[in-house]
């Protein structure tokens, strides 16, 4: 997987754009690259419209961004701390952390998931950061603190004037970890077809499996608090961010649960970078900041559709 020094040396030196990528070509040669490294770059023979694909660095860094405002909200509710500071440098602009605090988890059960889920969460950022190597993309600047209140807002949980604060209690982080997970597993299915080589797709794919056991985990204990006209609150702003249609899903109602998202093959729907990062800019126009990410995500995916 990524820890092969071929894979490390491919992506810091291929980078993310199409350019360095042809600067490698030539450098290396298309024949010392073998079976591996041909995949990665999209083949020697790929057709032109191929060939200026984006990168896979570049989506791998689309979802270290991700990442990044994971494992800083899981991190803040159960150490009461972020992550290290050595976890976060790279390319772009290195912002700070608005927001976050302990969370006062009373049910023995919750606060082992916060635990489990921050753990999962600090080692995505730290596998992708060593992936990518010199190509890594730094922490942006990070709101959970007004970004949570204009979101609750948009949802209707709270009145104009309130404030909504993740860390008050563990309902309140049920929903935020809500609003995170389920868009986190969309990103990484809608990010599958843009990754050319078949070792930084497995362990994308590997990612998106604990995304969905995290997500799956989130909607069972909201529908077992009895929280469902809240998380139906979420899912419809979230449909009201990404574009047209109505794909988010709810996590049911009394008598009915629905903790897999699914369609009518019982498969999940995907959300393209740009419909990601509407929900977490909290703005469903083209813009390149806002919400959780105030001055935007670094790397060369950063605009939202």
Known sequence: ?????????????????????????????????????????????????????????????????????EAEFYSYAFYGRGIDDKLTSGKGKKGGVVGG???????????????????????????????????????????????????????????????????????????????????????????????????YLEAAAGILAVEAYHAGLVRSALYSKDLQDAARAISNARDSLDGKGNRDQPIGNATSANITPVDGNGIAFSRSAGEVLNVVYLNPKSVTKGGFFPDGVNGVINKSA
């Open 101 to 199: 605090k302990k969370v006062p988890f009373q049910t023995p059960a919750i606060y082992n998931y916060a635990k489990e889920i921050a753990w999962d969460e600090l080692h995505h950022v730290e596998f992708l950061r060593k992936a990518l190597g010199s190509a890594k993309v730094a922490r942006p600047t990070i709101d959970l603190q007004s970004s949570f209140t204009a979101a609750a807002t948009a949802a209707g949980l709270i009145q104009a004037g309130q404030t909504f604060d993740p860390f008050a209690n563990e309902n309140n982080f049920l929903l935020a970890a809500y609003l995170f997970e389920d868009v986190g597993v969309t990103a990484y299915k809608g990010a599958a077809p843009l990754i050319s080589n078949k070792t």
């Open 1 to 69: 997987m990524f820890g092969k020094a071929v894979i490390t040396d491919m992506i810091n030196r291929s980078a993310e754009n199409e350019t360095d990528r042809r600067l490698f070509l030539k450098s290396a040669g298309v024949a010392g690259l073998g079976m591996v490294g041909a995949g990665a770059l999209g083949g020697a023979t790929a057709a032109p419209a191929q060939a200026a694909a984006i990168s896979d660095g570049a989506v791998l860094n689309f979802a270290l961004n991700l990442e990044y405002l």
